[in-house]
């Protein structure tokens, strides 16, 4: 399994998905395309679409139908970063080693760049696709919903805010990121899963791997933010201790947090024991998720 | 056919259905089901649910089944008026008599806000309806983010404020409109009929009754800006004015607008003309719509 040559190849087929699947840069307003473009193609590792594919392979699904749907979750993923950019949020001015969309644009075109691709997103996602019945569809569209939204997602988003400049404890920092950035990462497993035509019991493990692997990865989003490198890591680091936020380290220290990941990537493994060898590129994923520097 | 009773009723019922669709105001995070609340319950006109459930009943379909949906409707719209009225945008302090989302909260609970309620739109949109296929809720899904992304409510959005400072012909100004707010007004006209079980003939003729009204509405709103008594609108007017906006009266002139206003009752009540008596509400509504004072 060459992880590297796998991310390469699923990262180009997204890449060139999501160039055909929305409108080109010159589209009319052309500002808010632009927009959009400078923040959906700034290089993004796109590990939920990634996700998304690799999940339906694993249950024996095609993956070549769930491109749209999978450069949905990319796109709505895009729009968070976007809108968590934003001066009255994270108030960030570089994301991937370029400027945030606000730092390019403005703010309006920023909003409604990011409204524009959550938008998208339930356009993508709700596309009919052969095989796949529209009962099943509609189910994980609304799901989708569910997870993105107040009780997901958005509601992680307000909870971080909330929690700024004070101590949580580790219950409340699991539960604000299983919000923030768990539910799409899980929903990403669930979904494609599902849509590959996995069981039960398949689509269930899945979606345990993913919420496994999303915690694993908030956890290492907040270590990068200690030891990692500004330059590799294409924006600011350090800025979770500047804003008094809490992390992972910051709660456990360095070494407990880098334990309680470790055990979330065996966690996810055993919930691949029943598959055969078409989920090794989930395995190899979920090593991935802690050994990546940016 | 008594309009002001059929909207008091119709309102009373949205508004009830709505309580009852999202969580209570004490939902974690408070602060973001707070602003969620002040924004979604403040009195609104509720105009785009009602077109879904009256529309719905002109073709001789069910209204109770499609609460949920037209509920998703009123949500999205809410989430366009906070972005809206956010300070980069077109900052402003008041809505409905009541200070705005930001004003109320903040800018960054008003963004998040408008995420949650734009995402539980599409929650409330994907519902099972009784009696009506999957395949059928799918593609009006698929629609409603057509019609509320780049190329129609964002996208009109964002050419709105490219507009701004400098004079803009008729036909700009109308495709401007015809993608802001023309947009979800034609779209809940042409689901209801569509979830209600018309024929195609009959939802093509109902979506463009949608399209008709939805201009003479904004030609009116403009007319209110100009003419309306601030503390019946509960809101600035003037505000067009202050902000060097193109509008339908600063275009044409008042009375070329009211004229073309007119115009396009008329145009929408001729859509109607193959309609029973069910379609009645929609003909009173036609009407309303102009001689509104707010």
Do not use: W
Not at 97 to 113: N, S, V, W, Y
Not at 140 to 169: K, P, T, Y
């Amino acid at each position: 399994m060459d992880l590297k040559h796998y991310l390469q190849t699923n990262r180009a087929l997204v890449d060139t998905a999501l160039q055909s699947l929305l409108p080109a840069v010159g589209t009319l307003p052309v500002r808010l395309h632009q927009a959009i473009h400078h923040s959906l193609m700034a290089g993004g590792k796109r590990l939920r679409p990634i996700l998304v594919l690799a999940c339906a392979e694993a249950v024996g699904g095609m993956r070549e139908p769930l491109l749209p749907f999978a450069c949905g979750l990319e796109c709505l993923h895009t729009y968070s970063l976007i809108h968590d950019d934003l001066p009255a949020m994270d108030n960030d001015d570089l994301r991937r080693g370029r400027p945030t969309c606000h730092k390019q644009f403005d703010e309006a075109t920023a909003i409604l760049a990011g409204d524009a691709l959550l938008t998208v997103a339930f356009e993508l996602a709700s596309r009919p696709i052969v095989g796949i019945t529209a009962e099943t569809i509609l189910h994980v569209v609304r799901q989708l919903a569910i997870d993105a939204g107040f009780s997901g997602m958005v509601g992680g988003q307000m909870m971080d805010l909330l929690a700024e400049n004070r101590q949580v404890d580790l219950e409340e920092l699991r539960s604000i990121h299983r919000m923030k950035t768990g539910a799409l990462i899980r929903f990403a497993c669930e979904s494609g899963a599902r849509l590959g035509g996995g069981s039960g019991e398949q689509v269930e493990a899945l979606k345990n791997y993913g919420a496994a692997i999303g915690l694993a990865f908030q956890i290492t989003d907040d270590l990068l933010d200690v030891t990692g490198d500004s330059r590799i890591m294409g924006k600011a680091t350090g800025k979770d201790h500047d804003n008094a936020k809490s992390t992972y380290p910051s709660v456990m220290g360095l070494p407990s947090a880098r334990t309680l990941a470790e055990e979330q990537i065996q966690l996810a493994l055993d919930h691949l024991k029943n598959f055969a060898s078409s989920a090794d590129p989930l395995r190899a994923l979920a090593r991935y998720i802690i050994e990546r520097t940016h």
